[in-house]
Structure formats: structure tokens, C-alpha cells
């Protein structure tokens, strides 16, 4: 479904498709036979639908107190694919979630963006207030309460797994959780689009893994603990961080009936659309429908283990996913109901089946869950506990602040907020818009002209909140190193800290929806960057600059690809062109160092990098890695190793960064030591070739065979580079294994190019004639 339709739920006369038959433990309630999700959305439109003869007038502040906690986050799913909200088949699990619990058709987000979305669901603030407002910049403050921090304080075992490195721990949310599960690998490199997610099939497999284990210590997934981090030394010889599967506490330290808060991600809906398996024709709802299955799994496995009926579950969305609508095709730019309008499911013991139409939030989870348990709520909260309105109060209008602040924090583009009131939605833009969504949903017409005394109480309303202008005051900056800029760009993020907008006005031609062709060029360039097709991004790239000369993350990005395309001159160039016109800030006088390092002048490199490479400044952390690459190169190995310590301690687990220490330490003749910080490196990171290319240089003296075990997976992740290629070819052949050595032998004469490596293919071909 896609453009307008997509916009349009389907009402109760909707020729909804039967569901296939509900397993016992979803009947466990009034819900005999049949599809409890059909019914569900076949009731008549009111407050408080539902089985009136078994009713939530009994919830109270503790109802459920001591009950277990599972949060379920679904990444970009749009409510309207949920069967529960009208969207056919394709979420059967979510559909009987809905079934036994509350469902909330008037659910919104804050921001459709993966991470203040779920600063948000996890600490009730909205983003004018907890200050995390796009992906990578910031996280949330360190003395702001979450809800695994509160219940933690409340006795709570606390454990979080996550699917994408925009979660990572480094953002702040794994305050509070015992084990915060955030291992996602990726290939990393300046400019690569790799692989920084994981499904949700190995999602949840850790989170059961880890409720059934009973105790505070981990299942059988080797879970990463959130306050357990490598503490690297600035010495030759780095400390070895705790195994990664050792557990906190034993299950002997703490009782068995601990109650346990266990937060799910599943990123799976997210683009790209590639489910690991077929389930529906369209490649998103195929991973709506995925992500769903595996969270059916998990349920079963809590049913089994008889711990259905002591859980509260909270299923909802962090945002939605345009699909065409309003000429998007993801989220992020622009601020409509398909990506802000959401599912939000409350389900639980004593919690009986209703539809409510009361306003919602996403941060409104937060003290919904600590009322139910009884436990006190936080000094400072924007959202409001759902339980009147679970009892079948109409909940009262309210209004819900949101915002779409990344164009405008990372392109110099105007400030998109808003307000959602009494069934109306305000914009706020140079070209304001004005919805009702009760009578158009698909907000395909403006009202701005014919409302406007409305639009200016909305207006006079929202600028209640914080303005943009002081939009990151909130919060505090994250180590953003190599490896975490490039795992965000793996997921389509722009990741850049420097907050571009300085102006005072915007005109319509700051309008994010004057800008729309601009985006798709840009997001089209990035992904053909991630396709390593450098010469077409670049043209977009370059294209984009001459229309909008202030967009300065497209300087940044085009810098790169010039740098990885290996015309490190051209990115020379084009950034001290910019800085010439007052295009600058410490992000890109790092990459001009960069640029400055692959063409060779380290001189030069070092001279600008020294200045900015403090962890304060935006792109200072990824300033001191790439400097510490500078004073290796000049043999100055205790200053360079002091930037790498200085980065590991921030961004504990940057294998990139653990790779450059294991390359240092090999130049200053210390192979041991080297070979600890690859193993560093590649625990951090498995997929990263460097690493296992620089863990078997170091063991080869020492332990050949696991020498040229790691050489084998650098080259099974790295299979063009004739280097390594050569290297274990020779290393084979020299300790008289020949049968192992000739396939790598043959492949090199093959494949290597002769250009290069002409004088090598001689010499080999000559070993197996």
C-alpha cells in the first residue's frame, strides 16, 4: 500500500481476512473462540471499547506492582500495518497482544528519528526537554532518570537488547540496565554503508535467553554488559576487558522471584527492506511481518515458561515510515501522521480488552508503567500515566508536542515543530500547515488559510516549549569515533555534531517541502557512496552544494568520497574552498586533516588536527583517532598512543581505534601488546578485516597457526586484498604446507592484478608449476 492509501485505515466495515486460529495461552482470558483481532476492530467507535463485563475500573497506582516488565519497541512501523489498526494479516502477534490488552488508535511519537524517539518511551520527556533530537549527536543526560534506572532502584533485574548501533550504549539509554545488549558488527571505513543492525530473530532469541536465565547473569547469547567497558591504558599495554559472557551477579546473589524489566528493539521494518525470509510481497511489509514471527517466538517461550500472566507488556513504535506519502520515502524530513502516528499496546495481568481514543505519547510509558507498579514517578515529567484513560476515561484533550529537527541541525534547513490538539495539527515552518486529522487523516489538505485563528492558538501554544534555537542544550555530546560515524551511515543517518544553524530567519526557501528534490539527491548519494559508485555520489554530492552552498554535511560527505575514491586532493580542495567562503567548523577542518593524512602530509594533517582533537568539540573524538594515525606514522608512539587511550576510554568498544593501537604497537616492536588490542578489536567488531589482518601479522612469531587462522577470516571479509593474499600464500608454502597453500597460490595468479603485483604472480606461478 502506498501514497495516500497508506494513509487511510480501515474502518469497522473493513472486509478484514479471517485469522488463523488463536493458541490456547491467547484464549486464556473472556476471548473463547475465533479472531480476537478482527473483533477488536469491528466494535463500535467510542471511548473505552471493549468487554464491558470485565473492565479496567479496578487499575489503580500499584495494580500490577511486582509484575514483570517487557517493553516491546517495533522500529518505522507504521500503525496502519497492524492488523489490530486496520492493516490486514500481517502482525497476528501483535493483533492477539492488542486482543487480551488496551489499544490506543490516538497514539503519537515526538520525533521520527530512532533515538529521541526512544529517549522519549524511556525517560517521559519529550525532546524540547531531554535534548537529544537527531541520531549521533548527543544522548541524554547523565542525571536524568530512565525507566530501567527507576526500577533498577526498585529491585528490578534490567536488561535491554537492542537491533541497530543508533541504540548503542554510548547514546545514554543503557542507564539503568544491568545487561545493555547493544553488539551490533559493521564493515567501518570513512565512508562505508555496512551491515549495523542485526534481526529480530537474534533479538529476541538474547532476550529470552536472558529472562529465562532467572538471574542477573546472561543467557546463552553473550549479552554486552552497559557498565562493564575495556578501561584501555594509555601504557604499551592496554587492559584486557571483562569476557563479554560473564555475568554480573549469579542467580544465587539474587532471589528468584526478582522481578525482571526486559526492553526488546526490533529494527527490522527499518530501511533497507531485507527480511531473512518471505512472509509478504511488499519488502516492508515482509519485514513488518518478519519482525512480528520472531516476536511471536518470544511470547511463546514466556508462555511456556508460565510467565505470560505475571508480565505487563507495552508494544508501540518508535515512528512510522512514509512509503511515498507527502513525496517522502522514509522518515525523518518531514513530520506527518505516517511516520508520528503509532501502535501503542498496554497488556497485562488484570488488564481486560478495550479500545482507547484518549490522546497519546510515546511519553506516556514511562509513568503508565510506574503508576501500575506503584512506583514513585520523577521530579520532571512531560508525559502523563494512561491508566484513567485504560479505566475508560475519555483521558481529556491534551496537547502533544513533536519535531523533526536533523535538516535543521545538519543542513542550515528551517525548524520543523509542532503541536497535535484537540484533533488538529499545527506546523510550524515558513509555510505553516494546519490539519484536521479527524476528517483527514492523510493530511491531504492544508487548512491553513481558512483556520487561522486556530493555527495562531497552536502556535502561541507551542512556543510554550523551548525553541529550536537552544534545541541541544538539554543534552550532552556522544563519542562519536570512526567506527560509530560509520555504523550510522550504514543506517542512513547523517552523523555529524556540528550544529550548522545560526541564523535567525528562514524563508520558504528553507522550507523543508521546497527541498524535497535536494533530499532525495542527497539520500541518493549516500546510497550510491554505500555502493562504493564514487563517481556518481560525488556528481550528486557536488550538485547539491551548488544549490544550497550552506548544506555543510554535504561538504563532509563529498570530502570522503574523494578521500576513499583516492583523490584525497580534490577533498583538499573542495574544503579549503569552502572554508574561503565561511563554510567551517571542526568537523570539517578534521577531514581536511584526514585528507591532508592520505595525501601523504603529515605535517599538515597534524597542524590541523591538534587543535580540534579534544573530546568536547563535535568530531573531536574522530580528530584524536585520526591523529593518533599521524604520530604513528611520524614514530611518535607514546603521544599517539595517548590519543587512542583518550578514545577507548569514551567509546570503549571502537574497533577501529583498538586496530590502530594493535598497528602501533607492531611499529614500536611490541607484538604482544599489538595482539591484545586486535583482540580487542575484533571482539568489538567481527567483521572488521583490519583487525584479523593485524592480529595474525602480531601472532605470527608467537602462534602461527592462529596467525594464519586470523589471516584466513581477514581475507574471507577482505577477499580483494592481494597483500594478505600474497602473505599467506608465501606463509603456507614456506612451512611446506602445500596442499593448503596452492588454492590461495592459484587464486592469486588468477585475481591479482598484474599492473602491480606482476613480479609476485612470477614468482608463485612458478611454486606450482
Not at 279 to 285: H, K, L, V
Not at 301 to 310: K, V
Not at 480 to 503: F, K, N, V
Request: aromatic share 6%; hydrophobic share 40%; charged share 20%.
Amino acid at each position: 500500500m502506498r501514497g495516500s492509501e497508506a494513509n487511510s485505515p480501515r474502518g469497522p466495515e473493513g472486509n478484514l481476512p479471517s485469522c488463523p486460529p488463536c493458541p490456547r495461552w491467547w484464549r486464556a482470558r473472556s476471548w473463547r473462540r475465533g479472531c480476537a483481532a478482527a473483533l477488536i476492530v469491528t466494535l463500535p467507535i467510542g471511548c473505552g471499547r471493549g468487554d464491558r463485563s470485565r473492565s479496567n475500573e479496578q487499575l489503580r497506582s500499584g495494580a500490577l506492582a511486582r509484575s514483570n516488565v517487557l517493553l516491546i519497541t517495533i522500529d518505522t512501523l507504521r500503525a496502519d500495518r497492524v492488523g489490530a489498526y486496520g492493516g490486514g494479516t500481517l502482525t497476528p502477534t501483535l493483533d492477539r497482544l492488542a486482543a487480551r490488552g488496551v489499544r490506543f488508535t490516538r497514539a503519537h511519537a515526538h520525533v521520527p528519528l530512532t533515538l529521541p524517539a526512544h529517549t522519549s518511551i524511556l525517560t517521559g520527556l519529550v525532546p524540547a526537554t531531554h535534548g537529544v533530537h537527531n541520531n549521533g549527536a548527543s544522548g541524554v543526560a547523565a542525571d536524568v532518570p530512565t525507566l530501567a534506572s527507576i526500577l533498577r532502584d526498585a529491585g528490578y533485574r534490567t536488561g535491554a537488547f537492542v537491533g541497530a548501533f543508533v541504540l548503542d550504549a554510548r547514546f545514554g539509554l543503557s542507564r539503568g540496565f544491568d545487561v545493555y545488549d547493544d553488539r551490533v558488527g559493521s564493515e567501518t571505513g570513512p565512508v562505508t554503508f555496512a551491515f549495523a543492525e542485526r534481526t529480530a530473530d537474534r533479538v529476541t532469541q538474547l532476550a529470552g535467553d536472558w529472562i529465562l536465565a532467572g538471574g542477573w547473569g546472561l543467557g546463552a547469547g553473550g549479552s554486552e554488559h552497559a557498565n562493564r567497558r575495556p578501561d584501555p591504558s594509555t601504557s604499551s599495554s592496554p587492559q584486557q576487558p571483562a569476557p563479554s559472557n560473564q555475568p554480573l551477579a549469579t542467580s544465587s546473589q539474587q532471589p528468584a522471584t526478582t522481578p525482571w524489566f526486559c526492553w526488546i528493539h526490533l529494527f527490522d521494518p527499518h530501511a533497507p527492506y531485507r527480511a531473512p525470509e518471505q512472509r509478504a510481497a511488499d519488502p516492508y511489509d515482509n519485514e513488518v511481518a518478519f519482525a512480528d514471527a520472531q516476536l511471536g517466538r518470544l511470547i511463546e517461550r514466556l508462555r511456556t515458561a508460565g510467565l505470560l500472566e505475571s508480565t505487563l507488556i507495552v508494544a508501540l513504535a518508535d515512528h512510522g515510515e512514509s512509503l511515498g506519502d507527502h513525496g517522502e520515502s522514509t522518515h525523518g524530513l518531514f513530520a506527518y501522521d505516517s511516520t508520528l502516528r503509532i501502535p501503542l499496546i498496554v497488556a497485562g495481568p488484570s488488564i481486560h480488552p478495550m479500545t482507547s481514543d484518549a490522546a497519546a505519547a510515546q511519553s506516556d510509558v514511562l509513568p503508565t508503567v510506574l503508576n501500575l507498579l506503584g512506583i514513585a514517578m520523577p521530579a520532571r515529567l512531560d508525559g502523563r500515566s494512561l491508566v484513567p484513560a485504560m479505566r475508560g476515561g475519555a483521558g481529556g484533550e491534551r496537547l502533544l508536542y513533536f519535531e523533526a529537527l536533523d535538516a535543521y541541525l545538519t543542513r542550515s534547513w528551517a525548524p520543523l515543530t509542532g503541536v497535535v490538539a484537540d484533533g488538529w495539527k499545527y506546523i510550524d515552518l515558513p509555510e505553516p500547515e494546519l490539519y484536521d486529522l479527524v476528517n483527514d487523516p492523510g493530511e491531504l489538505h492544508n487548512r491553513i488559510d481558512h483556520e487561522r485563528q486556530r493555527a495562531e492558538v497552536l502556535r502561541k501554544r507551542l512556543s510554550e516549549w523551548p525553541p529550536a534555537a537552544s534545541a541541544l542544550a538539554a543534552a550532552r555530546p556522544a563519542p562519536i569515533d570512526p567506527d560509530a560515524a560509520a555504523r550510522l551511515r550504514a543506517l542512513g543517518y547523517t552523523a555529524t555534531q556540528a550544529t550548522t544553524s545560526s541564523r535567525k530567519q528562514y524563508t520558504s526557501a528553507d522550507d523543508p517541502k521546497r527541498l524535497l528534490d535536494l533530499d532525495r539527491r542527497y539520500e541518493r548519494a549516500l546510497a550510491l557512496t554505500g555502493d562504493r559508485r564514487y563517481a556518481e555520489a560525488a556528481a550528486l554530492l557536488q550538485q547539491v552544494i551548488a544549490e544550497r552552498p550552506d548544506f555543510t554535511v554535504a561538504y563532509l560527505n563529498l570530502a570522503s568520497v574523494f578521500i576513499a575514491g583516492g583523490d584525497p586532493r580534490r577533498a583538499i580542495t573542495l574544503l579549503e574552498d569552502a572554508a574561503k567562503r565561511g563554510v567551517t567548523n571542526s568537523e570539517l577542518q578534521g577531514r581536511l586533516g584526514a585528507a591532508y593524512l592520505a595525501a601523504g602530509d603529515s605535517r599538515r594533517a597534524a597542524a590541523l588536527l591538534e587543535p580540534i582533537a579534544h573530546a568536547n568539540m563535535p568530531g573531536g573524538v574522530e580528530a584524536e583517532n585520526t591523529l593518533g594515525i599521524v604520530f604513528t606514522a611520524q614514530r611518535r608512539f607514546d603521544r599517539a598512543r595517548h590519543l587512542f587511550g583518550d578514545v577507548l576510554a569514551r567509546a570503549p568498544r571502537a574497533a577501529t581505534t583498538w586496530s590502530n593501537l594493535g598497528l602501533l604497537e607492531l611499529a614500536d616492536g611490541k607484538p604482544a601488546d599489538a595482539a591484545r588490542a586486535f583482540e580487542h578489536a575484533v571482539d568489538a567488531d567481527p567483521q572488521l578485516a583490519q583487525a584479523w589482518q593485524g592480529l595474525g601479522a602480531a601472532r605470527l612469531r608467537s602462534n602461527l597457526s592462529g596467525a594464519i587462522d586470523a589471516w584466513r577470516r581477514a581475507l574471507e571479509l577482505d577477499p580483494r586484498n592481494y597483500d594478505l593474499l600474497f602473505n599467506l600464500a608465501a606463509t603456507l608454502h614456506d612451512q611446506q604446507r602445500i596442499g593448503e597453500a596452492r588454492p590461495y597460490i592459484e587464486r592469486f595468479v588468477r585475481e591479482a592484478p598484474p599492473e602491480r603485483y606482476a613480479r609476485d604472480i612470477a614468482t608463485l606461478r612458478g611454486w606450482i608449476r
